[in-house]
């Protein structure tokens, strides 16, 4: 990997941000999980309330979809530093756990 010029974080500095970034990562989750769950709860009652949210649990297919979502996110995140190495469409899309068009993979 080539350098991209002068290191202005330490290794403390380091270990500080990969904090920060893992409680905004996340803090992000828990909203996008809510979401998913305001956005299940209007489609199929119409009307909810915040405890209709703190206490909702996911039917088995709902489940399963929030799981994907929620992995698809965290390599998503995880896999940001790559995007310093690996720059196609086909591979952001891959790390992005999102399908690759044909015509996309035909170039890489």
């Known amino acids: 990997?080539?350098?991209?010029?002068?290191?202005?974080?330490?290794?403390q500095s380091v270990t500080d941000v990969a904090r920060m970034l893992m409680a905004?990562?996340?803090?992000?989750?828990i909203m996008r999980d809510r979401?998913?769950?305001?956005?299940?709860l209007l489609a199929t009652k119409g009307s909810i309330t915040r405890e209709d949210i703190?206490?909702?649990?996911?039917?088995?297919?709902?489940?399963?979809?929030?799981a994907a979502e929620r992995d698809r996110f965290a390599s998503l995140v995880a896999g940001a530093p790559i995007a310093g190495v690996h720059r196609s469409v086909a591979d952001i899309l891959t790390r992005a756990g999102l399908p690759v068009p044909e015509p996309v993979r035909a170039k890489t």
Do not use: K, R
């Open 1 to 11: 990997m080539n350098s991209t010029g002068h290191d202005y974080l330490g290794p």
């Open 24 to 29: 905004l990562t996340s803090e992000v989750w």
């Open 35 to 40: 979401q998913i769950v305001t956005e299940y």
């Open 54 to 66: 703190d206490n909702f649990t996911p039917p088995a297919e709902l489940a399963t979809a929030i």
